[in-house]
């Protein structure tokens, strides 16, 4: 299964989010997902499953409990496969960063100049 097919189920993006957060049992990811898609166990248990044979997931027992962490491996992948159109939003994102950093910058020396910074500055 090819990683955007794996990534492509809400389901299992959000079980991925879950365990970016770190190491839980399949009853936590299991409770957590039931209450926010509304779908069973062994629905959930499948999307588990999918997870760790695509190498999403890995799984260790600890003694009855089965315990699910993030596979990085693919993951980096799939950063390998986006970095071809970061330039699509790099450059727009880092133009925002200047503009909110400008108007922070311009805030704080209307504060020292002792002005409101809500108010418009009559010029």
């Known amino acids: 299964m090819h990683a955007f097919d794996v ?3 809400p389901v299992r993006r959000r079980i ?3 365990l970016a957060d770190g190491e839980l049992t399949s009853g936590a990811v299991t409770s957590v997902i039931q209450e926010e898609f509304g779908i069973s166990q062994p629905a959930v248990s499948q999307h588990l499953k999918v997870l760790r044979e695509s190498g999403f997931a890995n799984v260790r027992a600890d003694g009855a409990r089965r315990l699910y962490t993030v596979s990085t491996e693919p993951l980096r992948d799939v950063d ?3 970095d071809r159109f970061r330039r699509f939003w790099t450059p727009p994102l ?3 960063a ?3 950093a400008r108007g922070k910058r311009q805030r704080r020396l209307q504060q020292q100049a002792g002005q409101d910074p809500d108010q418009e500055n009559p010029s």
């Open 98 to 100: 200047t503009e909110l």
């Open 16 to 18: 991925l989010e879950l």
């Open 94 to 96: 880092d133009a925002l």
């Open 80 to 82: 390998a496969w986006l």
């Open 7 to 9: 990534l492509g189920d």
